[in-house]
């Protein structure tokens, strides 16, 4: 093999390789993403319960005041 084709397979083999890292990296970097918005979908759903409960609570509130002045 005479030098011109050394220096072609070298350098495909570092582009193959570069590109295989960045297809790895960016799944694992995907991966991590999703965990971290799974985590921040759990905290937004618990913060949506506790705004349900406050308004299930005001609302029932209101409606005893409202029977309170009925009567």
Do not use: P
């Amino acid at each position: 093999m005479d030098n011109y084709s050394k220096v072609i397979v070298t350098v495909i083999t570092v582009c193959v390789v570069m590109v295989t890292l960045i297809i790895v990296g960016s799944a694992i970097s995907h991966i991590a993403d999703h965990d971290r918005y799974k985590h921040g979908q759990d905290e937004y759903h618990e913060k949506l319960d506790h705004i349900i409960d406050r308004m299930e609570n005001l609302e029932d509130k209101i409606d005893k005041v409202l029977r309170f002045k009925k009567k």
